[in-house]
T-cell receptor, first 114, second 112 residues
Framework: DTGVSQNPRHKITKRGQNVTFRCDPI?????LYWYRQTLGQGPEFLTYFQNEAQLEKSRLLSDRFSAERPKGSFSTLEIQRTEQGDSAMYLC????????????FGNGTRLTVT | SQKIEQNSEALNIQEGKTATLTCNYTNYSPAYLQWYRQDPGRGPVFLLL?????KEKRKERLKVTFDTTLKQSLFHITASQPADSATYLCALDEDAGNMLTFGGGTRLMVKP
């Protein structure tokens, strides 16, 4: 168990550019979640997958945000046409399917939009 | 509207004392409540989970209570240590689907 891995750890981009983040979950976990966290706040749920199926995406912040998990393993989160308000920590977590299983978080990707 | 409230002010306590953190919620009916610890620049780390039909859960120096009438959970750390200094987050799960809703967290500072 190597934990949840997120890349890159930091990303600085200019407004209007597209960015993509990657998450590698714990291998035996079939659920994968994306959260966003801004300074001084708790994580905010964005979307989640069970295997390759995206089961909830209504809370993605806008249509500029999209996520994929093509083979039910790693996932990517893309933000198109970034805005300064997108600057935040983007956290990925994974869990087992059963009940309310604990989430195992990665250490996040910190995005700065200039 | 739905709210999860944790004390946004930092809690400062002396080493060896018991720290008590509060999580209050409004307009939720959580099936589960979880507590996480978060250190600066790191992702949250799971600590404890308590179900709606459980009053109390313990793990080593940690204790969580869950009062669905008061709509409140208390998180206790006994014999606190400087290494316990971190931000503590509570999170609600309404339908056991694991789409957790987090509070804003409380920062705990334990002084030697």
């Amino acid at each position: 168990d190597t934990g949840v891995s997120q890349n890159p750890r930091h990303k600085i981009t200019k407004r209007g550019q597209n960015v993509t983040f990657r998450c590698d979950p714990i291998s035996e976990h079939n659920r994968l979640y994306w959260y966003r966290q801004t300074l001084g706040q708790g994580p905010e749920f964005l979307t989640y997958f069970q295997n390759e199926a995206q089961l909830e995406k209504s809370r993605l912040l806008s249509d500029r945000f999209s996520a994929e998990r093509p083979k039910g393993s790693f996932s990517t989160l893309e933000i198109q046409r970034t805005e300064q308000g997108d600057s935040a920590m983007y956290l990925c977590a994974s869990s087992l399917e059963s009940g309310s299983s604990p989430l195992h978080f990665g250490n996040g990707t910190r995005l700065t939009v200039t | 509207s739905q709210k999860i409230e944790q004390n946004s002010e930092a809690l400062n306590i002396q080493e060896g004392k018991t720290a008590t953190l509060t999580c209050n919620y409004t307009n939720y009916s959580p099936a589960y409540l979880q507590w996480y610890r978060q250190d600066p620049g790191r992702g949250p780390v799971f600590l404890l989970l308590i179900r709606e039909n459980e009053k109390e859960k313990r793990k080593e120096r940690l204790k969580v209570t869950f009062d669905t009438t008061l709509k409140q959970s208390l998180f206790h750390i006994t014999a606190s240590q400087p290494a316990d200094s971190a931000t503590y987050l509570c999170a609600l799960d309404e339908d056991a689907g694991n789409m957790l809703t987090f509070g804003g967290g409380t920062r705990l500072m334990v002084k030697p």
